[in-house]
C-alpha cells in the first residue's frame, strides 16, 4: 500500500480528567472515502478539531504527506491542504456569497498581503470564484449577502468554500444536517463528485446510514474518543460494536 | 479615471455623492469660500480629522478591532514633527524628519502591542491600548523638560508657511496669498492623498481579509489566513497613518501640547465620528468628522442667535442659551445614533 496521505498516531486530547479523543491511529489513503460514524460525544468533531488544528492535542501526532502538523496554526495546515467544512454553518455573514468564495480563491493565491491593487481587479480570483458558484449552483445568488440566505443554501455555500479550498484532505462534518430531503442529495452529488479525484481523501462524520452506504469506503466507528471498529462498510455495520453502538447501549455491556 | 481613484469603492447613493461633493468643494475652496481664520482654521482640522478617523476605521470598521490608543499615534506623529523643529531649528528637514520619526515610531509601538495582545480576546487588546495610551499621556505631561509638559510646545515652521511670507502683492479673489494659504494647500493635499490611500487599502485583498476577519475570524483562519498577522498589519497601517495625520495637525497649528493631540476627549470625539459617519465605509469618516467639527465650532454661535431671535418667547432663550451648547451637542449624537444606527453613509446607502 503507498503511504498514507493523512494518518494519526495515538492522537489524543483531555480536557482536565476526560478524555475525548484517546489514542486514534487512523490512516487515510488518497481515493477513499471514509465515513466516520459514532453515538453523541463519542469525539467525531473533536478528533476532527484535532486533524485540522482547532484544538490542539495533548498527546500523539497528525501527518499529512509525510510531514508532521501536529503543532502548526490551523492557517498554515490548510495551506498544505487540510480543507474543512464545519457542521455548524460558519460563513462571514455580512458579506455577499460571491465575496466568501472569493476569499477561499484569494487566499489559495497568497494575495491576502496585497494592499494596494483593488480586489475587484483580480480577474483570476474572480473567475475562479465564479466557476464554483457556477458548479455548485449558487452563481444566481452570488450578489446577496450570506446572512439572507436559506439554510440550505448555506450548507451548499459550506461546501462551495471546501471546493474552492481545493484541498488534499477533504472533511466533511454532516455536511447535510438540517437540510431538507430536496436539497440534500445535491450536497451529496457534489461530494460525489469529489471522490472521483483519486489525488485527495475525504473525511466524513456522518449520522444517516444510506448517505454513508451510497458514500463510503470505509468506516471508522469512534467510541469514547477510541476507535471501536474499523473496515469496509458492510463488516463494520454487520458487527457487534456498531449494531450495540447505535442501539445505544454502552459497550461495556456487550 | 475617477472610479479607479476611489479604488472602485464610489458613494453608490446619489444624496451621498452631493454631500461628500459638497464637503470636497468646501474644503477645497476653503480659503476663499469663508475667509477668515477662524473659518480655515476649521477646514484645516476638518481635512486631518478625516484622515484620523478613516484610519480608526480602519480598525474598527473593517478588520473589528476596538483601540482606545489612536490619540496616541496621533500625537506621536504631532510631537515628532514639534520636537525635531525645536532641534533642527525651522526648516522643511525638520518637518520631514519629525514626520518620518512619528511614524516609524507609532509603527513600531503598534507592531508591539498587536503582537503582545491581538492574539488574545478582543476586550483585552482594548484594555492594553487604553492602559498604553494614558501611560504615554501621564508621561508626555510629566516629561516637561522634553516635551513641555501641559503647556506642551511652541516652535517655528518654514517661513514658507507662514503668513509672513507673501507670495503675490495684489489679493487673488480677496484672499492674501502667503505662506498661511501655501500651508493650508499642503494639508489638504496630503489629507486627500491619504484618505484616498486609505479607501485604497480597505478595497484591496487585504482589505477584503480585513473584512472577513470582522465577520468571523474563527473561519478566516481556517481557509488560510492568519489573523494574528493581519490583524497586527492593520493596527501598524492605522497607527502610521493617524501618525501622518497627527503630522500634518502639528505643522498647522505651530503647537502641540496633551489637549490637542493625546487627550481621551479626542478620542472620544474619533469614535463618535466614525459612529455618527458609519462604521467600515471610509466615507463615513469625511462626513463624521466634518459633522462634528462644525457642531463643535459653530453650534455656539448659532445658539446665540438662535436665543436672542427668540427674545421674549418664555424659556426657549434660556433653553439655547449659548453655554448649554454641550447638552444640545449631546442630544444631537443621542439622535443620530438612534435614527441612523448604520451612520449616516449606512443610512443613505438605504441600508437600515
Redesign the interface.
Known sequence: MPSPLLSTRDLTVRFGGHVAVDHVTCDFHAGQLTAIVGPNGAGKTTYFNLI?G?IPATEGSVTLKDREITRL????R??LGIG?A?QLT??????SVF?NV???M???RK????????????DGINDAARDVLLRVGLWDLSGQSVSELSHGNQRKLEVA?LIA?DPVVYMFDEPTAGMSVDEAPVVLELIAQLKADTSRTILLVEHKMDVIRTLADRIIVLHNGALAADGPPAEVMASDVVQEAYMGKALEDV | MLTRLLSGDTPRSLPLTLILLAILVSLALAPFLFPGTRSVDTAARICVFIVLVASYDLMLGYAGIVSFAHTMFFGMGAYGVALASIHMGRGFDALIVGTLAGGIAAAALALVIGLFSLRVRAIFFAMITLAVASAVAVLVSQLSGLTGGEDGLNYKIPRALTSAQKYMDEKLFGVRVNGKLLNYYLVFACSTLLFLLLLRIVNSPFGRVLQSIRENDFRAEAIGYRVVYYRTAATCLSAVAAALAGSLYAIWLRYVGPDTTLSFEIMVDILLMVVIGGMGTMYGAVIGATLFIVAQNYLQTLMGAAAEGLEGVPVLPLLLNPDRWLLWLGVLFVLSVYFFPTGVVGRLRGRG
Do not use: I, W
Not at chain 1, 496554526?73 to 498554515?76: K, S
Not at chain 1, 460558519?90 to 458579506?95: A, I, V
Not at chain 1, 494575495?111 to 483580480?122: E, T
Open positions: 485540522s482547532q496554526p490551523v492557517a498554515d490548510t495551506d474543512r464545519f460558519n460563513l462571514f455573514p455580512g458579506l465575496e472569493r476569499l477561499v484569494q487566499a489559495r494575495k491576502g498581503f496585497d494592499l494596494f491593487s483593488m480586489a475587484a481587479a483580480h468554500m479550498l
